[in-house]
């Protein structure tokens, strides 16, 4: 039978995908994107732990990550389409303005 | 058995969508393959007995951000092939350590956490909406009312963020040409 166990290495390996895109690209939306990924693996873990405990808890702090993910998508996207209008770029180096 | 089956083709799937997205070099199929991956979560939420987040999941996500990925992408040059410009062995191998020791305490947590007690208790003789929305407006009325804040405020930034001549009226404007042209 499907336990806590296998959804918990599912949102383990889903976690690391995104933990590998955001380290790895350098081009600012494929950041937003692996945050996307980042999120959705906690919330696979919080429904799990929700069902396998018997706690709602788990549920309630999922829908609440994911208003944060939506008005994290709209802020980000706003400054994202601002910071490429001045410069022209979406890559993540074009914002090392300020060398020390 | 049927559990299985379904819990086995998400888990694939999924997995091989954000993979995908992680990997591609087309902006257009990373976007594409997160949506993807994004219905298939909720799958894992309808398996879970928890319909509605997996509701919400369809319609927030594939439905509200990919929608607002796919007019953002509209100012970048989604066409041409993103540009990545280095090769590091050390980098490598620091992803490789970081992602090992994560999935360890992820999986180690429930161990430690065994011994919690539960907070809001699933009702048996309600249904899923019904007893979330009990312990949603109840227990976490501050925090529901504080994200619907967030979410304004978000909402108005993005709009004040993106737009240009916020200071001259559209509407005004369009009433002084006509009474020109009259």
Known sequence: MIGFTHYLIVAGILFSIGLVGILKRKNLLMLFFSTEILLNATNIGFVAASKYYGDLTGQLAAFFIIAVAASEVAVGLGLLVLWYKRTGSINLDSLQIMRG | ?182
Do not use: R
Not at chain 2, 75 to 92: G, I, L, R, Y
Not at chain 2, 115 to 131: K, R, Y
């Open chain 2, 1 to 182: 058995m049927y559990e299985l089956v379904a819990f086995y083709l998400f888990a694939a799937l999924t997995i091989g969508m954000f993979c995908v997205t992680v990997f591609s070099k087309n902006a257009l199929y990373s976007m594409s393959a997160l949506a993807g991956g994004m219905i298939f979560i909720s799958g894992f939420f309808f398996l879970l007995d928890a319909e509605f987040l997996g509701v919400v999941q369809i319609i927030v996500y594939s439905g509200a951000i990919m929608a607002l990925y796919a007019f953002g992408m509209m100012f970048f040059d989604s066409t041409d092939e993103v540009k990545e410009d280095f090769v590091a062995k050390k980098t490598v191998y620091t992803l490789a350590i970081l992602s090992a020791v994560l999935i360890v305490i992820i999986l180690a947590a429930p161990l430690w956490g065994a011994h919690l007690e539960n907070a809001v208790l699933v009702t048996e003789n309600l249904g899923n909406v019904q007893s979330l929305g009990l312990a949603m407006f109840t227990n976490y009325l501050i925090a529901f009312e504080l994200s619907a804040v967030m979410l304004l405020v978000a909402m108005i930034s993005g709009i004040v963020l993106v737009s240009k001549q916020l200071d001259n009226s559209i509407t005004l404007a369009d009433e002084v040409d006509t009474q020109e042209s009259l």
